[in-house]
Nanobody, 126 residues
Framework: VQLQASGGGLVQAGGSLSLSCAAS????????MAWFRQAPGKEREFVSA????????YYADSVRGRFTISRDNTKNAVYLSLNSLKPEDTAVYYC????????????????????WGQGTQVTVSS
C-alpha cells in the first residue's frame, strides 16, 4: 500500500494549514496512522498519531493544543489540522501507517510504522 500526503504550503506565523494522507488501498487496514516531521538539519520527530477507533490520539508536547489529528476509516485516510503555526513548525511532514496496533508506549516510535508517504513541505514565516 502507498500513502500519498498533500496539503503543505507557505503560511505566516499564527496561520493554519490542513494536511491529508490517503492510502492507495482503502481495504488495507492501517490500525495506527501518524504524522512525523523533519526540519532541516534535524532528526525526524513524532508529531501525532491516531488509532483505528479514532478515540485514541497522541500528540507531541510541542504541538498539543494547536494540532488536531483525525482519520476517516472509510477512505483509509488521516488528516492533520495545524493551527497557531510557529516558525519552528517548519518542516517536511510525513504520514505513516502501520497494520499493527502499536502499544501506547510505541506510538511515537517511527520504527513502528511500515508505510510512509512522500512528505509535504510546511513553511511558516515569521
Amino acid at each position: 500500500v502507498q500513502l500519498q500526503a498533500s496539503g503543505g504550503g507557505l503560511v505566516q506565523a499564527g496561520g493554519s494549514l490542513s494536511l491529508s494522507c490517503a492510502a492507495s488501498d482503502r481495504t488495507f487496514k492501517l490500525n495506527g496512522m501518524a504524522w512525523f516531521r523533519q526540519a532541516p538539519g534535524k532528526e525526524r520527530e513524532f508529531v501525532s498519531a491516531v488509532r483505528w477507533n479514532n478515540n485514541s490520539k497522541y500528540y507531541a508536547d510541542s504541538v498539543r493544543g494547536r494540532f488536531t489529528i483525525s482519520r476517516d476509516n472509510t477512505k483509509n485516510a488521516v488528516y492533520l489540522s495545524l493551527n497557531s503555526l510557529k516558525p519552528e513548525d517548519t518542516a517536511v511532514y510525513y504520514c505513516a501507517g502501520s497494520p499493527n496496533a502499536p502499544i501506547t508506549s510505541a506510538v511515537r516510535d517511527s520504527q513502528m510504522y511500515t508505510y510512509w508517504g512522500q512528505g509535504t513541505q510546511v513553511t511558516v514565516s515569521s
